[in-house]
């Protein structure tokens, strides 16, 4: 059965394509794999080069774009604004042949406290939602801010303080996104959120379905994940030593 190889959860593959092309080159070529999924907050690198003379070789890419309305700020300073990331899902739906073959992350969702003012991306969510919904994407996922020590440290080193939110605002506040994905014809799934359904960002059913040829991969869970991660079997081609210039502070991947 050939693999699903995911490039990758540990870095955004924008700024590693001299680590990642060889690997997935040299160790998985296209008749060895089902499918590649795309994990990036600049979708045009997807469809430009070096990626995209490689990436088109492939029977099927599978794209999740992350746009969390940060990017630009002091949060994600090296990030794309969101509405010159979702001016690109055009052209990044053309090149993989349809819209169906992409996810938009709006994750994570963040509340912090600063200078006595509260910053939040939930509001821009629903924005990022609508808008990329009525461009024929129906599928999105979201999470909250991981608060692990290292994140709280770099945040308050850099004048955040993180709010944290009561598990019924949180699930207040993700039936607000999911009634507006619904309200454009899409559906919201949380990412290993507790209290919420499990859901699949790699989703074993869904590559099946969505293949060019209908071939099989695995549908087993995936393991070495976290708890509440419901994704299928992939190989992840990343390491968490890759250097991403992003420079996201809520990063739970840097130092």
């Known amino acids: 059965m050939k693999k699903v190889i995911s490039m990758s959860r540990r870095t955004d593959m924008r ?90 992350r709006v994750d994570p969702l963040v509340i912090l406290r600063r200078e006595g003012g509260v910053i939040t991306n939930i509001s821009v969510a629903e924005q990022i939602i609508g808008q990329a919904a009525d461009m024929g994407i129906t599928v999105f996922s979201t999470s909250f801010m991981e608060e692990y020590p290292k994140v709280r440290r770099r945040l308050s080193g850099h004048g955040y303080e993180i709010i944290t939110l009561s598990q019924n605002k949180r699930v207040k506040m993700v039936n607000q996104l999911r009634k507006i994905a619904v309200s454009h014809g899409g559906r919201l799934y949380t990412c290993a959120v507790p209290g919420l359904a499990t859901s699949r960002c790699i989703d074993g059913p869904l590559l099946q379905k969505l293949h060019p040829k209908k071939e099989p991969c695995s549908i087993k869970k995936a393991a070495g994940q976290r708890e509440l991660c419901g994704c299928s079997e992939s190989t992840d081609i990343g390491w968490y030593s890759m250097y991403c210039r992003s420079g996201c502070l809520y990063c739970y991947a840097g130092g």
Request: overall charge positive; some cysteine.
């Open 15 to 104: 700024w590693s394509a001299d680590k990642l092309i060889p690997v997935l080159r040299d160790k998985y070529p296209p008749e060895k794999v089902h499918t590649v999924v795309c994990w990036t907050k600049f979708p045009r690198c997807v469809y430009n080069e070096p990626y995209a003379g490689v990436l088109e070789k492939y029977d099927q890419v599978y794209v999740h774009v992350t746009a969390t309305g940060l990017g630009g700020s002091s949060l994600e300073p090296n990030v794309p604004a969101w509405r010159e990331a979702l001016r690109d899902l055009k052209e990044l739906a053309a090149f993989l042949k349809t819209p169906e073959r992409m996810r938009v």
